[in-house]
């Protein structure tokens, strides 16, 4: 199912960053500080989808979600710009109760995306910067500083569906914990040492996997919802500064 567009009044969510905060990180390069990855804001909305067929007539009738726009910022508190490649693979966790989270497997739970390491640049990066020419492929984070735009992450989760092949909790009237893991793809070691002499004056190369603080999102017992619009939002938008 495709992003969806509510007309509706959007509510924000709780970002716990207290007791429940949660923070993790693989390190590639031990010498190297790591980002953290702190979800700033979550916008929620509730929409009706349905399951997509040939046959309307005998389709399951539509079922309540809950999407969560998130704004993931990524922090860099060390001395030197960290050199990160965007490509990433996503999990979701959830709980209905504070402790360990369960992984929330997203559309069908059949397929768990691989990312290889990355052996080489691709054509539109540039072999003299990581971000010139503009690409969606590397993104700097300065020391000190935050990674610009952040990341916007698209959540949709299933409020009250009974699915044959899968259960799903019923969400209403109870406060749902969320948090993002991402696994960002690594690159092979010669790629590595090549890009840390090349771009040393950007930055130092960096991959690893970032876990955000954990999203309370209190679900209403009956939550005004509208059917679901498609519409594509980019994980990575440009930088609205470029478009001047």
């Known amino acids: 199912m495709l992003p969806a567009k509510f007309p509706l009044a959007r509510l924000s969510a709780l970002i716990c960053i207290g007791s429940c905060f949660s923070q993790a990180a693989t390190l ?37 979600v809950l999407r969560l726009n998130v704004k993931v910022s ?40 691989v990312l290889n390491p990355m052996k080489e640049l691709p054509a539109n990066v540039g072999p003299d910067s990581p971000v010139t020419p503009q690409n969606d492929v590397f993104a700097v984070i300065p020391a000190g500083g935050e990674m610009t735009p952040p990341l916007l992450e698209e959540l949709i989760l299933p409020v009250n569906r009974k699915g044959l092949f899968r259960r799903y909790p019923d969400l ?27 771009w040393s004056r950007f930055g130092i190369p960096w991959t690893g996997t ?17 059917p679901c619009k498609d519409v594509a939002t980019p994980a990575h938008p440009a930088n609205p500064d470029d478009r001047k």
């Not at 010498?31 to 389709?59: M, Q």
């Open 210 to 226: 970032l876990t955000t603080n954990t999203i309370l999102v209190d679900v209403p017992a009956a939550p005004d919802a509208a």
């Open 74 to 113: 990524y922090r860099n508190s060390g001395a030197r710009p960290i050199i990160l490649p965007l490509e990433r693979k996503r999990t979701i966790y959830t709980a209905l109760k504070p402790g360990s989270m369960n992984v929330f497997k997203e559309g069908l739970g059949l397929l768990d995306p």
């Open 28 to 64: 590639r390069n031990p010498a190297i500080a790591s980002p953290s990855a702190i979800a700033t804001s979550a916008d929620v909305n509730y929409c009706f989808a349905r399951v997509r067929g040939l046959d309307p007539e005998r389709l399951p009738p539509a079922y309540l």
């Open 172 to 198: 209403r009237g109870h406060r749902v914990y969320v948090k993002l893991r991402f696994v960002h793809r690594e690159l092979s070691p010669v790629l590595q040492a090549n890009l840390s002499d090349r």
